[in-house]
C-alpha cells in the first residue's frame, strides 16, 4: 500500500501597518517591507497588506472598525480559495485587548511584530543559552497577555468577595508558574553567563573586536572572509542568534572576532534584556565593526537604529569603525533636466555620496563588498593598523607579541 506524504503548506498571511503623523507613507511602506521579510523568514507567504491612514493606533483594535471589516471581507473571500488567509501580521506590538478584540472580528490567528520576531528566534535558536533567551523572552511576552486565554471563565464584573470565577483562580495559577519559570530561566542565565565570563578570561590577552550591525547586512559574510570560517550565512532576518567567536590572524597579530546577533526596528525590549548574556561580547569588545548595507533605501536610519541600541547596552563611546557593505548592489537613478524637486539620496551615485558625511569618518569609514570580495584586503590592512594601536595602548605589545607568537601567528 502506497504511502502518500503531503508537504507542509506555507501559511498564507496579511500584514497591517498605519500611517501617522509621526510615520509617513514612505516609512510605513518600509517596515511593512521589512515584516514581509520576517513573515518570509518565519515561513509565511504574505498575499496583501492593508494600511490606514490615522493620528494614532485605537487602543480597542489598533485600526478603525471600518479598516477592521475590510480585513475581515477579504479573509472571508479567500476562504473558498486553495490557500485561504490563516494569520494577519500587524507592524505593532499589542496589548491582550486589542488581540482579543481583533481576533473577535476576523477569527483568525493574529500576530503581532514582536510575537513574529520571537517565533524567528525560537525557530534560530541552536544552542542552550539562546534557547533558554529566548523562551525568557516569550515567557516575559505571554504574561501580561494571559488573560486572553480566560475569557470564557472571566470573573463577574461590580462583585466583591465569592463572586470569582474558576477563570480567575486559573488565570493567577498560570501567572505564578510563568513567573517561577521566569525565575528559573533568569537563574540558568545568571550560570550560563558565568561559564562564559570564565571562558572570555581564558582567552588570553587578545584585542577583541564585534561585528554589530542591523540584521541581514552581511555581518555574517565578513566574518567567513575575515576568520576564513564557515558560519552560516544566509539572505534570511536574524540568521546568527548565537555570539560566534574565532581567532583571526592578519600578519604575526592575532585578535578576537565575534559575530553577534543582529538589531532590527521596533526589538522587543525584552529581547534585548534576555539576550544581554549574548551581547556581552559587544560591551567587552575593544573595538566595533558596524556593518551598514549601504544599498538598502534606509540605512541611514538603520545606523541610529544599530547606535541607538548600542547606547542601551552601554556601548556608545566605544571606538568605532563604519563598514559600509553591499557597494555592489548600490544603485541610483539621475534625475532629468527638468525634474525640480529637490535630490535624494536615491539621485545620487555612490563616488558622490562618499563625499558627504561619511568622508568627515576619514579612517573610520570604509566601502567593501563582501559578497563580491572587493577591499577586504585593504579592510584587513585598516583592521590590522587599529587593532595593533589597541594592543599597544592595552597591552606591552613587544613581551606579548614577540615573546608568546611566532610568525605564523602560532602560541610558542
Avoid at 278 to 293: C, N, Y
Avoid at 330 to 348: A, F, G, S
Wanted: aromatic share 8%.
Amino acid at each position: 500500500m502506497k504511502e502518500f506524504i503531503k508537504e507542509a503548506k506555507v501559511e498564507t498571511a496579511v500584514i497591517v501597518g498605519l500611517i501617522t503623523p509621526q510615520q509617513n507613507e514612505r516609512k510605513t511602506t518600509e517596515y511593512l517591507n521589512e515584516l514581509e521579510f520576517l513573515a518570509d523568514t518565519a515561513g509565511a507567504k504574505v498575499v496583501r497588506r492593508f494600511t490606514q491612514r490615522v493620528n494614532g493606533p485605537s487602543s480597542v483594535t489598533y485600526i478603525g472598525t471600518g479598516k477592521l471589516e475590510e480585513i475581515a471581507d477579504f479573509i472571508r473571500q479567500k476562504d473558498d480559495e486553495e490557500d485561504p488567509v490563516g494569520m494577519v501580521i500587524f507592524d505593532d506590538e499589542l496589548s491582550a485587548k486589542q488581540i482579543r478584540n481583533i481576533e473577535k472580528a476576523l477569527q483568525v490567528k493574529i500576530l503581532d511584530r514582536t510575537s513574529l520576531i520571537l517565533d524567528i528566534f525560537a525557530m534560530r535558536a541552536q544552542t542552550a543559552a539562546a534557547k533558554t533567551q529566548v523562551e525568557l523572552a516569550q515567557y516575559r511576552y505571554m504574561l501580561p497577555r494571559l488573560t486572553r486565554l480566560w475569557t470564557h471563565l472571566e470573573r463577574q464584573r461590580g462583585g466583591s468577595v465569592g463572586l470569582r470565577g474558576p477563570g480567575e483562580t486559573q488565570l493567577e495559577m498560570d501567572q505564578r508558574i510563568i513567573r517561577h519559570r521566569i525565575s528559573l530561566l533568569k537563574q540558568r542565565l545568571v550560570e550560563i553567563d558565568q561559564q562564559k565570563t570564565t571562558q572570555r578570561k581564558n582567552r588570553g590577552r587578545l584585542i577583541r573586536v564585534a561585528l554589530v550591525g542591523y540584521t541581514n547586512v552581511g555581518k555574517s559574510t565578513l566574518m567567513n572572509l575575515l576568520s576564513k570560517s564557515d558560519i552560516f550565512a544566509e539572505n534570511k532576518l536574524f540568521a546568527t542568534l548565537d555570539t560566534t567567536v574565532r581567532k583571526v590572524i592578519i600578519e604575526n597579530l592575532p585578535f578576537l572576532l565575534s559575530d553577534t546577533v543582529g538589531f532590527i526596528r521596533k526589538l522587543p525590549t525584552d529581547l534585548v534584556e534576555s539576550f544581554k548574556s549574548t551581547l556581552d561580547e559587544v560591551r567587552e569588545a575593544d573595538l566595533l565593526l558596524h556593518i551598514v548595507d549601504i544599498s538598502h533605501p534606509d540605512f541611514e536610519e538603520q545606523i541610529q537604529v544599530v547606535e541607538k541600541t548600542l547606547g542601551d547596552l552601554g556601548c556608545a563611546d566605544k571606538p568605532m569603525m563604519i563598514v559600509f557593505n553591499k557597494i555592489d548592489a548600490y544603485t541610483w537613478v539621475e534625475k532629468e533636466e527638468d525634474d525640480l524637486t529637490p535630490r535624494t539620496k536615491e539621485n545620487i551615485p555612490l563616488d558622490e555620496l562618499m563625499k558627504t558625511w561619511m568622508a568627515k569618518l576619514n579612517d573610520n569609514c570604509f566601502f567593501i563588498s563582501a559578497k563580491e570580495r572587493k577591499h577586504i584586503d585593504e579592510l584587513r590592512e585598516l583592521l590590522y593598523k587599529r587593532v595593533r594601536e589597541l594592543h599597544v595602548q592595552k597591552y606591552p605589545y613587544n613581551d606579548f607579541l614577540y615573546d608568546n607568537y611566532n610568525t605564523n601567528g602560532e602560541i610558542k
